[in-house]
């Protein structure tokens, strides 16, 4: 039992580049999120899903997009990165909205 | 808007010197309030969650209260192994996606 998995844990993009953070997660769970994390800062909801299908904004959504094809897979896609996107990215799962369980996240360095 | 403010933010305590760490919050419907720990470079760890003004909740050195304004995490003689950041977050009723308003942590230091 994994949990939640991401990949990759570091990564330099250069700006304007695309790319796509996975995420999965083994335990059967319905909801999953995307959250960054700035320095000195709190975590920020950027997409979550109530299950497979099924997606929606959170508090900062502007330059990413998310899809949920399958209840494990909740990958998150940057188009054109920009150098404000710079973040420790985290994905974290839950049952019905209980206690959520995170990834060890995706530390994006763009420049 | 809901709100949730952490202090300090940042901790430093001899091994053995209990401390307590506050989370103030604003919200319109309180559905949880959740404790969480984080080392360097790993993601949130879950400790506890809170339903109710007055509950308490207890794991080794750590004790968590909730008032209806604000939450508690209690350190009783803390070790070197307890230093990490320590998150709050409040999960809203009327949330559709069950979601986490989280404040900006208090990083604690314990030294020996």
């Known amino acids: 039992n994994a949990g939640v998995t991401q990949t990759p844990k570091f990564r330099i993009l250069k700006i304007g580049q695309s790319m796509t953070l996975q995420c999965a997660q083994d335990m059967n769970h319905n909801y999953m999120y995307w959250y960054r994390q700035d320095p000195g800062m709190g975590l920020k909801l950027i997409y979550y899903?109530?299950?497979?299908?099924?997606?929606d904004k959170g508090e900062v959504p502007n330059g990413y997009n998310v899809s949920r094809s399958t209840t494990e897979d909740f990958p998150l896609r940057l188009e054109l990165a920009a150098p404000s996107q710079t973040s420790v990215y985290f994905c974290a799962s839950s049952w019905a909205g209980l206690e959520a369980f995170f990834g060890q996240g995706t530390r994006l360095t763009v420049v | 808007e809901d709100q949730v403010t952490q202090s300090p933010e940042a901790l430093r305590l001899q091994e053995g010197e209990s401390s307590s760490l506050n989370c103030s919050y604003t919200?319109?419907?309180?559905?949880?309030l959740f404790w969480y720990r984080q080392d360097p470079g790993k993601g949130p760890e879950f400790l506890f969650t809170?339903?109710?003004a007055g509950e308490e909740k207890e794991k080794e050195r750590l004790k968590a209260t909730l008032t209806k304004k604000e939450s508690f995490l209690h350190i009783t003689a803390p070790k070197p192994e307890d230093s990490a950041t320590y998150l709050c977050?409040?999960?809203?009723?009327?949330?559709?996606?069950?979601?986490?308003?989280f404040g900006g942590g208090t990083r604690l230091m314990v030294k020996p």
């Open positions: 919200v319109s419907g309180l559905r949880g």
């Open positions: 899903s109530v299950g497979a299908g099924i997606t």
């Open positions: 977050a409040v999960q809203p009723t009327n949330n559709a996606g069950n979601m986490l308003t």
């Open positions: 809170l339903y109710s």
